[in-house]
């Protein structure tokens, strides 16, 4: 799957051009992100759904946030197979945390 590259617009259009309130929420993305990341990769070992189908909730308002709205819809269908105990769409989820991160990185 090709995914999308993460941009501001969201944030942009939010902010009205409030260059501190952006700053604010890029920081927010920075901090919390890599723990998410963490805690899904601690409940993917333990095969723990429906604490996994919770962090990649809380996750996929980051990725809204980011403005990839094909992967918002990736993530709502892998929260709900993972709550069907189906981890299929993991891989492709982690190639969306990977470029979020590098994204948030480079920011």
């Known amino acids: 799957m090709n995914i999308e590259e993460p941009n501001f ?7 009205g051009g409030d260059e501190e309130f952006e700053k604010k929420m890029l920081s927010i993305l920075k901090n919390e992100l890599p723990e998410e990341i963490k805690t899904y990769k601690n409940h993917i070992e333990n095969q723990d ?5 919770e962090i990649v909730h809380k996750i996929k308002h980051k990725i809204s946030i980011l403005g990839l709205e094909k992967s ?9 197979e993972l ?25």
């Open 49 to 53: 759904f429906k604490q996994i189908a």
């Open 9 to 15: 617009k969201y944030i942009r259009e939010l902010s």
């Open 83 to 107: 709550l069907s105990r189906d981890m299929s769409g993991h891989a492709n989820f982690m190639k969306l945390l990977t470029k979020m991160s590098i994204f948030l990185d480079k920011a």
């Open 72 to 80: 918002y819809e990736l993530a709502i269908t892998y929260e709900k």
